[in-house]
């Protein structure tokens, strides 16, 4: 997963035309520690998707603009629109993560 570090290639990623998914995550977090461990494999699976993390803390304007309230949520983006938005509390095992993408 390619890291985003600046607030112009966030902006230019979800531009695309085909959805892209960015994980929202900050340094101090347990439950996204915990999605680590199992999110490569459900990229594996969902690889027709590009995948992206944007640490919360680094870019809160972003996270409150696009409604984050809680970490790890995954979002995803298409032609600069916020499409699909998995919240924390639904992203804590990898059947709940597929669960959602399935929906995509």
């Given amino acids: 997963m390619q890291s985003i570090k600046n607030k112009e290639t966030f902006d230019d990623l979800i531009t695309s035309t085909e959805p892209v998914i960015v994980k929202f995550h900050a340094d101090w977090c347990p439950d996204c520690r915990r999605m680590d461990m199992f999110i490569d494999e459900i990229m594996e699976e969902f690889n027709q998707y590009k995948w992206y993390d944007i640490n919360k803390d680094e870019f809160p304007e972003i996270a409150e ?3 984050v309230m809680g970490i790890p949520s995954l979002l995803v983006y298409k ?3 916020k ?3 998995l ?3 639904n992203a804590k095992s990898p059947e709940q993560v597929t ?3 399935n929906t995509l």
């Fill in 87 to 89: 919240h924390s509390a």
């Fill in 99 to 101: 669960e959602f993408l």
């Fill in 79 to 81: 032609n600069g629109e």
């Fill in 65 to 67: 603009k696009y409604d």
């Fill in 83 to 85: 499409i699909a938005h």
